[in-house]
Nanobody
Framework: VQLQASGGGLVQAGGSLRLSCAASEGTVSTYAMGWFRQAPGKEREYVASISRDGSVTYYVDSVKGRFTIFRDNAKNTVYLQMNRLKPEDTAVYYC????????????????WGQGTQVTVSS
C-alpha cells in the first residue's frame, strides 16, 4: 500500500492539528495503521496505532489524552487528531501500515509513507 501523510504545519503551543494518511494505492482497511514521528537529531518514535476495524488503539505515554487516532475505511484514510500541542511534539510525522496495532507499537511495519512536518512554537 502506498501511503501519504498530510495536514502538518506551524501551530502555537496549545493549538491543534489533524493529520491525514491516505492510500494512493491499495486499501488501508486491510491493515492496522500507525503514526510515528522523528524530531531532528532524535530516533524515530512510535506515537499511536489502530486496529483494522478501529476497535483497538494504543498510544505512547507522552501523547495520551492529547492525541486521538481514528480511521474512516470508507475514505481509505487514517487520522491523527492532535490537541494541546507542545513544542516537544515538533517532528516529521509518518504513517505506516502493519499487521496489527500491537505489532506497530513494537516498531514493525509493512509499508511506510512520506511524512508531514509539524512545528509547535512556544
Amino acid at each position: 500500500v502506498q501511503l501519504q501523510a498530510s495536514g502538518g504545519g506551524l501551530v502555537q503551543a496549545g493549538g491543534s492539528l489533524r493529520l491525514s494518511c491516505a492510500a494512493s494505492e491499495g486499501t488501508v482497511s486491510t491493515y492496522a495503521m500507525g503514526w510515528f514521528r522523528q524530531a531532528p537529531g532524535k530516533e524515530r518514535e512510535y506515537v499511536a496505532s489502530i486496529s483494522r476495524d478501529g476497535s483497538v488503539t494504543y498510544y505512547v505515554d507522552s501523547v495520551k489524552g492529547r492525541f486521538t487516532i481514528f480511521r474512516d475505511n470508507a475514505k481509505n484514510t487514517v487520522y491523527l487528531q492532535m490537541n494541546r500541542l507542545k513544542p516537544e511534539d515538533t517532528a516529521v510525522y509518518y504513517c505506516a501500515a502493519g499487521q496489527s496495532a500491537l505489532v506497530l507499537r513494537r516498531g514493525m511495519w509493512d509499508s511506510w509513507g512520506q511524512g508531514t512536518q509539524v512545528t509547535v512554537s512556544s
